[in-house]
């Protein structure tokens, strides 16, 4: 049987601008990306491939996607958003905490907002041929000017009932904050920004291991060659298609999200790319 292979091409968010809010705060706002890109489809061998649709109650099957095939609050705004850095350990929905530094006190909060703080989309895609295929999916994390800042980025991607958090490599010891707490109960007593065992009163912001999948620089599964399998993907009967779900975000509690010294990703970029292949 003769292997095809199709592509369906990139969904790539830009987050620019990152912008340092104020001295006292250590977990910053950092600014949104530019714009969303179109995601174009190309049949790279003859034959079926893949098509996409966004959220959007009027979007509909095709080989690209805009904005506006997503409903509104997936993205922060268009030039205006800022991603705020937040942390948890499963990436569910209400499952984030965000904090602020005052002075060496930290202030946590569960007011985290899709669209406001992060990005939260939903896509759906299916084959455009009879046939179930299997789907390899690639995310590309990168940045032009500072690797701490990509090193940051999460990627939680939910299918089939099934949710993974992917990472650039490197990131896997990263501690998620999954517990709001008073005031000031947690002291910055190592003075590093982040929330650790060395901290005072550290055990009140309930830190768990955050379980992710490593990333190369390509997008596939780090030591593998291998990109994320997304199984029997529907075939094109199907109206529905099979749903992904795609949040993205800045980890707040990783020791990458700083404000100080040669590594702070105040003032870089981070680029997600997202794409399909047929396996």
Do not use: H
């Not at 990152?18 to 995601?39: C, E, H, Q, R």
């Not at 295929?133 to 990627?155: F, P, T």
């Not at 029997?232 to 949040?247: A, R």
């Amino acid at each position: 049987m003769v292997k095809r292979k199709f592509y369906a091409s990139l969904l790539m968010l830009v987050v620019a601008s990152i912008t340092l809010v104020s001295g006292t705060y250590a977990w910053f706002l950092v600014g949104g990306f530019g714009s969303l890109f179109d995601l174009g489809f190309d049949v790279i061998e003859a034959g079926a491939g893949l098509e996409l649709r966004g959220s959007a109650p009027t979007s509909e099957w095709k080989t690209e996607l805009t904005r506006d095939d997503f409903l509104a609050g997936s993205f922060l705004a268009e030039d205006t958003g800022k991603y705020s850095p937040i942390s948890s350990a499963t990436a569910a929905d209400g499952s984030f905490i965000k904090l602020n530094l005052e002075g060496n006190n930290y202030l946590s909060s569960s007011s985290v907002t899709p669209g406001s703080d992060y990005n939260d989309f939903t896509m759906f895609v299916r084959s455009t041929t009879e046939e179930v295929v299997n789907v390899g999916m690639k995310i590309a994390i990168s940045s032009d000017e500072n690797q701490a800042a990509c090193n940051a980025a999460r990627v939680a991607v939910t299918y089939g009932g099934t949710t993974t958090i992917y990472a650039l490599k490197g990131q896997a010891a990263t501690s998620a904050v999954t517990q709001t707490f008073a005031d000031g109960a947690v002291v910055d007593t190592d003075d590093n920004r982040i929330i650790t065992s060395a901290d005072s009163g550290y055990s009140a912001a309930g830190l768990t291991s955050q379980s992710i999948v490593e990333l190369d620089e390509t997008g596939v599964i780090d030591g593998s060659g291998q990109a994320i399998e997304l199984e029997n993907v529907v075939q094109n009967s199907n109206s529905t298609g099979s749903q992904i779900d795609v949040k993205i975000w800045l980890e707040g509690n990783d020791a990458d999200c700083i404000d100080f010294g040669s590594n702070s990703i105040a003032g870089q970029s981070i680029t997600v790319k997202i794409s399909f292949v047929t396996l």
